[in-house]
């Protein structure tokens, strides 16, 4: 069973277009997360949800949008897609703000490789 | 401020070679975590390590080993008798305490050759 699974895996669009990427965590995890890395491999935090609230939210331009329906989904939804949103975005989740005595590690998505065209 | 800094950019060691990957880290919490995460080139991010700040003994796991020193704030990652499977970019990150924020170093590039 896949712990953190994102679709798609690979997403290539034209500019303008709107695009959404899909993360569920079957861990029970209470935090999830979403990474941006770009192509010179650079990990940079976008968001951050604990139990369907936002606790981080960096400096990321408002055409992104995370939305968390439940606490084991969090879905990216991006507008007006420019050339720079290219990257891979990577789901994640952690037992932080859980309650439960934990040291916060990281489980990673796969990734999902956008590129705009 | 918090950063994690991997001054090494890429490496390149033949097989069977010793290699040490550095990781320096600044954090003013008393209480953190850190961790290194291994990239192969199918792109996935897999955990490899995690350390308290309260516990500066090395770790060795198989082939690879991890030196903590809290001296000079660094996590230093060896892998002994390298093999070509270990090729992939390597992240050192910390966690402090005071968030649930993971600050990420900008990776080593390690290529073992055959």
């Known amino acids: 069973d896949t712990a953190v699974s994102q679709t798609p895996k690979y997403l290539v669009t034209q500019m303008g277009n709107d695009k959404s990427i899909k993360c569920e965590q079957n861990l029970g995890h209470d935090t999830m997360y979403w990474y941006k890395q770009d192509s010179k491999k650079f990990l940079k935090i976008m968001f951050s949800?604990?139990?369907?609230?936002l606790i981080i939210n960096e400096t990321v331009p408002n055409r992104f949008s995370p939305k968390s329906p439940d606490k084991a989904h969090l879905n990216l939804h991006i507008n007006s897609l420019e050339l720079g949103d290219s990257a891979v975005y990577f789901c994640a989740s952690s037992l932080w703000g859980s309650g439960i005595p934990n040291t916060g590690e990281l489980f990673f998505g796969e990734g999902s490789r956008l590129t705009v065209l | 401020a918090q950063k994690v800094t991997q001054a090494q950019t890429e490496i390149s060691v033949v097989e069977k070679e010793d290699v040490t990957l550095d990781c320096v880290y600044e954090?003013?919490?008393?209480?953190?975590?850190l961790f290194w995460y291994k990239q192969p080139p199918s792109g996935e991010l897999v955990f490899l390590i995690r350390?308290?700040?309260?516990?500066?003994q090395n770790e060795i796991s198989g082939r690879y080993s991890w030196n903590f020193q809290k001296s000079t704030s660094s996590f230093n990652f060896t892998i002994t008798a390298s093999q070509v499977v270990d090729s992939a970019v390597y992240f050192c990150a910390l966690m402090p305490n005071t968030g649930n924020q993971f600050y990420f170093g900008t990776g080593t590039s390690l290529t073992v050759i055959p």
């Open positions: 350390r308290n700040s309260f516990d500066e």
């Open positions: 949800y604990n139990n369907k609230e």
């Open positions: 954090t003013r919490d008393t209480t953190y975590y």
